[in-house]
């Protein structure tokens, strides 16, 4: 297949161009960063207006678009405007780009995210019976932000008129891997450092995917002709957050984590030119969709998950201890 991946630059983006790779399919990774030193072919574009870019989607056999500016920052009025505006720009402009193709491309994959969903303890959020998010009586006006965000982002995807490609929107959970930059590393870092405790009561929930299961997910989905629209791409069995950094203690060798209360994590936020919202939100979501069509899952179990990560990560110490 020819993939193309508007936004690929990034920490997922190199992931899954890497697995494409490796599986000898030809990738084409847009991006705004011109000088960029990879094992395949990357193309400028800006993300906002087409240019010669958009021959690369004319004749491909899939688009995955995964563009927009990280939400890993203080949500200012700055910030704000780019992390909307770098999502539902870039989306029109990938849909306007295929709807003029003149052969275009069979399927297009949409980022989205899981945070869509309300927050909620009482049970998961699928992709039918799921709650929508923003109506929250309680949830901060960043929790809001995002959710609008989301809703934004799908409904650019929505509104293309793309009609011989078929469209999936990936809400996906986060993605974990041992890669320098996302956000297993940074997780593993401060279990290593013993700050590896519950975060606030620590009765929120985590969903997450593996990597390896993150990128089988999007082959499934370029291959099951049946499925498009949203689509959860997360793990079967999301679990509260202390259980969940208890089992990456476990996994790392950690033999104890502080725990931090909700003041303590607005000042490490605040800090760390963050957001509390990726650590106290409870995102209770599961993959119905992907399950019912047959997918199974090779890391469904977040012990099993953080044990194999862990270990890949304890190489990549070894290695550039080593160099």
Same mark, same amino acid.
């Given at each position: 297949m020819k993939v193309v991946i508007p936004g690929g630059s990034g920490h997922v983006g190199t992931i899954l161009a890497r697995a494409l790779m490796s599986r000898g399919h030809e990738v084409v990774v847009l991006s705004r960063r011109r000088k960029l030193d990879l094992p395949w072919r990357v193309v400028a574009w800006d993300g906002e207006t087409i240019g010669d870019w958009s021959s690369e989607v004319d004749g491909a056999d899939v688009v995955i678009n995964l563009a927009g500016r990280s939400v890993n920052c203080r949500y200012n009025a700055a910030n704000r405007r780019a992390i909307l505006e770098s999502r539902v720009r870039s989306t029109k402009v990938v849909g306007a780009a295929i709807g003029r193709s003149r052969v275009p491309p069979s399927v297009w994959l949409q980022?989205?995210?899981?945070?869509?969903?309300?927050?909620?303890?009482?049970?998961p959020n699928d992709e039918r019976s799921g709650v929508i998010g923003g109506n929250e009586p309680d949830a901060p006006s960043t929790w809001r932000f995002s959710i609008d965000v989301a809703r934004a982002w799908?409904?650019?995807?929505?509104?293309?008129?793309?009609?011989?490609?078929?469209?999936?929107?990936?809400?996906?959970?986060?993605?974990?891997?041992?890669?320098?930059?996302?956000?297993?590393?940074?997780? =593993?870092?401060? @279990? *290593?450092?013993? !700050?590896?405790?519950?975060?606030? $009561?620590?009765?929120?929930?985590?969903?997450? &995917?593996?990597? =390896?299961?993150? @990128? *089988?997910?999007? !082959?499934?989905?370029?291959?099951? $002709?049946?499925?498009?629209?949203?689509?959860? &791409?997360?793990?079967?069995?999301?679990?509260?957050?202390?259980?969940?950094?208890?089992?990456?203690?476990?996994?790392?060798?950690?033999?104890?984590?502080?725990?931090?209360?909700?003041?303590?994590?607005?000042?490490?936020?605040?800090?760390?030119?963050?957001?509390?919202?990726?650590?106290?939100?409870?995102?209770?979501?599961?993959?119905?969709?992907?399950?019912?069509?047959?997918?199974?899952?090779?890391?469904?179990?977040?012990?099993?998950?953080?044990?194999?990560?862990?270990?890949?990560?304890?190489?990549?110490?070894?290695?550039?201890?080593?160099?």
């Open positions: 980022a989205s995210t899981a945070t869509i969903y309300a927050h909620r303890y009482d049970a799908e409904a650019a995807a929505d509104e293309a008129h793309v009609p011989g490609t078929r469209q999936v929107v990936m809400r996906s959970a986060m993605i974990m891997s041992p890669e320098p930059g996302g956000i297993f590393d940074t997780l =593993h870092r401060l @279990v *290593r450092l013993g !700050l590896g405790g519950r975060a606030g $009561d620590g009765r929120q929930y985590v969903s997450w &995917v593996h990597h =390896h299961d993150f @990128v *089988r997910a999007l !082959l499934w989905l370029i291959e099951r $002709d049946e499925l498009s629209g949203p689509v959860n &791409v997360a793990s079967p069995i999301p679990l509260p957050n202390a259980d969940f950094i208890r089992a990456l203690r476990d996994s790392a060798g950690a033999p104890f984590g502080l725990p931090a209360t909700r003041w303590m994590l607005e000042i490490g936020a605040f800090l760390m030119r963050t957001e509390t919202e990726l650590i106290l939100k409870s995102r209770r979501v599961v993959p119905a969709r992907l399950l019912e069509s047959g997918f199974t899952f090779d890391y469904p179990v977040w012990r099993h998950a953080a044990r194999q990560l862990c270990a890949r990560d304890g190489r990549a110490d070894a290695m550039r201890a080593a160099a």
